[in-house]
């Protein structure tokens, strides 16, 4: 009785954590909007002005390939937001995400390059169902760079991420799992990804969590792991406009079954379950946190029932005028996602991995078990794209990087099984080791 009442207690207490850290990262996360929202657009808007030709210049960064096609719609509706002139009350800007707007049936390109040039007549659309988060960074990045120079930034930054995820990763004796993080990224045509505002931020999200768990890996068997990943739902539904958002789940989950090479399927499983459900309230409970404060703040913006709306339009079967299932949304990901260069890719490390695996006896039912987290992973994109069906096919172009979760899960279950420790064979070691010792000591 008295050790479960304790762990009732633990539990709340690990409850009220959690409510605590979740509306610490609402309240802080609507301040810091009001503060970036209070910084004059007029440098901004000379910004944008210097590199509007960008936004129509490239809608494909390699023609055919549709993985690399460039979110200017989306792009240009950031830059409107970010440089909207509108005279209104701080908190029904920073709940309304306003953008300029002429009503004319112009796309989003046109409706920014139209004000950028001056034309008269617009009036003010509000976006209040989403965080806006990414406006943060834009607008400060905007007092001092236009937009040309942000893409290139974006391109440093990345490869400096990655080549810190590189180095941890040898650092820490798992220079097998570089190749399957490098073919994941790749798979994801991250150049497109640098040369996207929208694309960047899950994309940032996911390699810093992932950096964090390899250079921190002393925390991963730490039971406030799950904090990690609260955080890391919470800041994907803040700055991501509804792009590809489990990848900021999968990449770190995996990365962290790595780092758990030594532990046993049970914890490993555990330990993916938990930290996924954390992911989830994280992401959840942030989202939701804006369209209860937009519906104090400012009632007449809408927020909760356009969030209603758009997650019933979002999930629902029915994209394009026809009707799809989870199969449908599946096979047209997969379309875009499989070119030969990734299937050739994936194909070399798997064919690599095995051949090692196999030649090291690595085979056995015992390390197989082990694959299993790894397994559960690599499903992550099929639940996605069952949840948000209309959005995942209507926008194919870049939910299609759901998928890389996959490649990551599926090549680091196959280097782990070819060159990673495992907990069995360690059992077995720790075994023979105490029997030598009793051997030598009986032979004294």
Known sequence: MHSGKKMIIMSLKSIGKVLAVLLTGIISGFLILCFVH????????????????????????????????????????????????IDAPITDKVVNNYQVNYFRGYSQQENLLRYLNGEAGYDY?????YWGGHQVSLKLLLLLFDYADILVINLFLQAMLMALIIAGLCRAGRQYFVVPFCIAVLSMMPMTISLCLQFCDVFYIALLGSAVIIWKSECIESKRMYFLFLLLGMMTSYFDFLTYPFVSLGFPLVTGLVFLDDKGTLSQVYAVIKNSMAWCIGYAGQWIGKWVLGSILSPQSGSMTEAISSIRYRGSNVAQGITINTFDVLLKNMFVYLRWPVILMVGMAVCVFMMVSIRRKKTKAANIQRCIPYIVVSMYPIVWYTITKNHSYEHSFMAYRELAISTLAGLGMLSQLAYGRNGAEKGNMDEMLQQESKQEVRTK
């Open 125 to 129: 659309q509000g976006y209040s169902h």
């Open 38 to 85: 209070l910084l004059p657009v007029e440098r901004m808007h000379k910004n944008v002005l210097a590199s509007k030709d960008i936004l129509n210049s490239h809608a494909q960064i390699i023609p055919g390939y549709l993985s690399t096609e460039v979110d200017n719609y989306t792009d240009s509706i950031m830059l409107n937001e970010a440089i909207c002139p």
